[in-house]
């Protein structure tokens, strides 16, 4: 007997929920997972297996209350097999993993399972390899059929329903398809998830009523053979298969079962292959000799359901039950939650004992039921052979929302083994304030794009050189030939950012920042002083990337009365610079690199256990953490470490003045910008990661350390030092820290109190007279930390 074989019908959400599945949790996991489906029956075309975004999960959960045309569509338990490559899923043992998924069938109707619930007579196996680089699915279903070692026979042709279901009876087919019709109504009615899989036709009282599964067989063989006797029981199976002279996938298992739960075997037994209409009633005949009906219903006419409307489509075989009774009595294998752990090939090898962790088939049955696919001959003859299917989602998703998707790609590949702990949340909600568009804010930008950041601000006032394109790369001579009114960089790096990533929300604001000594329009300075406020008020972290010394000193300022944490790169012609600006620890820290609010690592009795190491970075976590809560915390020093003014006397005097070209910008190795932007940026991830987040303590480690201290091990992404700097000359970098000097001129409390105190006014005073900050002291001769970013 044929039947034909079941295809899987999986919706592009199921692509959808499987790729974000494997990339976000279940990464190099490849164990077996549950899902489950709908069997949709044929109605006006093939069925199949319905495969959707929330078949990932466990069946019953998530199969709910059916509504709708779902009520027609029973669901079914399976599983999903996600291999991690495609050679693991070639080499995978197909007959293994089948035999396995039918071993559970046959469990499910030796315990009687199956009886209550006939979904599980339609357990299906999904094996997968999602490629999310080129958006391809390689997927190769399977229907695990049970085959009894003599096949199943079928007696006679197969017959419309009505012809089928009246045969022998001397009643009207008519009168008996309306019955029919009428009892797979009353079981909808009574089921709240809508139509099961398999059920029995009895007639009662010379009348049809549906029977459940478990109803039936509580019944007793001799009762069903006796009604079989007088033409009066029908096994009835959802089926997937439009043609009219085949049954469909779905009868091979409930003929098992009848055989083995309600005793027929032997039997020949008619089987109403049910292929309902929409309106919940059952077809007939099959709609191919019925045009006028079938378009009737194709057009939507909501004429009421008439025994001749309601069953066209289906059909009736007869099929002789197999007899399985020596069979029933042999072992089955292991129950389905022990047997999943055996599914791979590798996990498939035989334990102490000597038995393979899969279940096995008993003998005198085997399985069938990969999906097959057709294959075109050379001649232009089409074969249908057992192999998987690709399917490529390249073409169907909008290229904004692929871009977006493969941007996050490799960071979520990160966290399958590279950095479980990445979180991707925090830098994609990430405000970022970069102060300069030049060579260094170019980098940066890019840098912070590859890490997922998508809000970034830049603040400039120059427009595109013509020596800008070469080494500042969101810029092109076009921009430089368009003339400095439209070109600001600023503009013009927020829209290049944008058509790099379409996805990044970048920012452009023209801004002279003020600086001290700088006092040409006083009140364009004091305005733009308070954008520069509100720009940083507004951010999660300030980059200061300009190009001079003194252009550094009212955000440093700015930043360290907010709490907002800064951080600080700058170049010399062959050294660099990067810094994180020491915060107030006793204050809040603004933004989302603040410490959780709450300390995570409480003092618990397991972190008392834990080796001394660990309590000390727990220790240095909790604290750190609780200074960030603010309210009643008063040790710890304020600020931690220093700023970029720190460790220089100096006042921030105007040093463009008196200044050759060759001292005054863009004389570094070029290598150096793009060297100094990924340490930046890299600091702020480390950062970001911290438990103690801006609040992380200083790492320190020389160059010539080896392993990691026990502060740093473990900890996020890595250590997060206080200062960078490197040496191109000797090709090395330095981890330094700095303590902060209580006589900057930036960050020191007496300049923080002056501006809490006179406000405004004391902005004002200082960018007229330098002198007020620093010690009266001119610059030395070594200006390298201050040259040259832009
Ligand atoms: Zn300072």
């Given at each position: 007997m044929k039947f034909k074989p079941m295809r899987a019908a999986p919706q592009a959400s199921f692509f959808k929920a499987l790729g974000e599945a494997k990339l976000q949790q279940w990464k190099l996991d490849d164990r077996a997972r549950p899902a489950w489906a709908r069997i949709v029956p044929a109605i006006r075309a093939e069925g199949g297996l319905r495969l959707e975004a929330s078949s990932l999960g466990e069946h019953g959960r998530d199969a709910g209350v059916a509504a709708g045309t779902d009520r027609l569509s029973p669901t079914c338990p399976g599983h999903v097999l996600c291999f991690n490559t495609l050679e693991q899923m070639q080499k995978a043992d197909k007959a293994a993993v089948l035999g396995a998924a039918a071993a559970l069938v046959w469990a499910d109707i030796v315990s009687g399972r199956a009886l209550d619930s006939p979904g599980l007579l339609a357990r299906f196996v999904v094996a997968c390899h999602a490629d999310m680089k080129q958006h391809k699915f390689v997927l190769w279903p399977a229907f695990p059929a049970l085959v009894p070692e003599d096949g199943l026979a079928q007696e006679g042709e197969a017959l419309p329903a009505s012809a089928g279901l009246s045969a022998g009876l001397g009643v009207e087919p008519a009168v008996v398809l309306e019955e029919a019709s009428e009892a797979v109504a009353a079981l909808m009615a009574r089921s709240p998830a809508g139509l099961p899989l398999a059920f029995v036709l009895a007639r009662r009282d010379g009348k049809l009523a549906a029977q459940p599964l478990r109803e039936a067989a509580d019944r007793g063989a001799a009762s069903l053979r006796a009604d079989l006797a007088t033409r009066g029981l029908v096994l009835v199976v959802v089926d997937p298969s439009p043609l009219a002279r085949h049954a469909g996938w779905t009868a091979r298992n409930a003929l098992v079962m009848a055989s083995v739960c309600l005793g027929l075997g032997g039997e020949v037994l008619p089987v109403l292959c049910l292929r309902p209409s929409p309106r919940g009633a059952v077809v007939d005949p099959p709609d191919h000799a019925r045009p006028d009906e079938a378009s009737a219903a194709a057009a939507g006419e909501s004429s009421a359901p008439t025994a001749t409307t309601a069953l066209c489509g289906s059909i009736v075989v007869r099929v002789r039950c197999p007899g399985l009774e020596g069979v029933a009595a042999a072992a089955v294998g292991p129950p389905p939650g022990e047997a999943l752990a055996g599914w791979l090939a590798a996990d498939a090898a035989p334990d102490a004992e000597g038995t393979s962790s899969l279940s096995r088939l008993p003998r005198g049955l085997s399985a069938a039921g990969w999906e097959r696919q057709p294959v075109r001959a050379k001649d232009g003859s089409t074969t249908m052979l057992s192999r998987p299917r690709v399917v490529d989602l390249g073409r169907l998703l909008d290229p904004a929302k692929l871009a977006e998707s493969a941007g996050r790609l490799n960071l979520s590949l990160m966290r399958w083994r590279a950095l479980p702990g990445l979180d991707q949340p925090l830098l994609e909600g990430m405000k970022c304030l970069l102060l300069g568009a030049g060579t260094l804010g170019c980098h940066v930008s890019r840098c912070l794009l590859a890490w997922g950041v998508r809000s970034i601000t830049f603040v400039d006032n120059g427009s595109v050189a013509h020596s800008n394109p070469v080494r500042q790369p969101l810029f092109e001579f076009a921009d430089a030939a368009a003339g400095a009114k439209s070109s600001k960089k600023a503009i013009v790096a927020a829209l290049a950012l944008k058509r790099v990533s379409p996805v990044c929300q970048p920012r452009g604001v023209v801004l002279t920042i003020p600086m001290p000594?700088?006092?040409?329009d006083l009140d364009a300075s004091m305005a733009a002083a308070a954008e520069l406020r509100r720009l940083i008020e507004e951010s999660d972290v300030v980059f200061a990337?300009?190009?001079?010394?003194?252009?550094r000193w009212l955000p440093t300022l700015l930043c360290r009365a907010s709490n907002t944490p800064l951080i600080n790169a700058a170049l010399g012609f062959d050294s660099w610079l990067v810094m994180r600006h020491g915060l107030d620890a006793t204050r809040p820290v603004s933004g989302a690199l603040a410490p959780p609010a709450s300390p995570p690592l409480e003092p618990t009795e397991a972190t008392r256990d834990s080796p001394a190491a660990e309590r000390s970075v727990l220790a240095a976590t909790s604290s750190a953490a609780a200074a960030g809560a603010g309210a009643g915390f008063s040790t710890g020093p304020a600020p931690t470490v220093g700023c970029y003014f720190c460790s220089d006397v100096v006042g921030p005097l105007n040093t463009t003045r008196g200044r050759t070209m060759d001292q005054q910008c863009t004389v570094t190795r070029p290598g150096l910008a793009p060297i100094a932007a990924a340490h930046a940026v890299e600091l702020l991830v480390n950062m970001a990661h911290h438990p103690a987040r801006a609040l992380a303590p200083a790492a320190v480690r020389s160059a010539d350390a080896g392993a990691p201290a026990p502060a740093e091990a473990g900890v996020g992404t890595g250590p997060v030092p206080h200062q960078l700097r490197g040496f191109m000359a000797t090709f090395s970098t330095m981890q330094l820290e700095a303590a902060a000097s209580t006589v900057c001129t930036a960050c020191s409390a007496n300049v923080v109190g002056a501006l809490s105190a006179r406000g405004d006014a004391f902005i004002r005073a200082a960018i007229e007279d330098p002198d007020l900050l620093g010690a009266g002291q001119r610059p030395r001769g070594d200006e390298s930390r201050g040259r040259c970013a832009g």
């Open positions: 000594g700088h006092a040409e990337l300009t190009d001079t010394r003194e252009s």
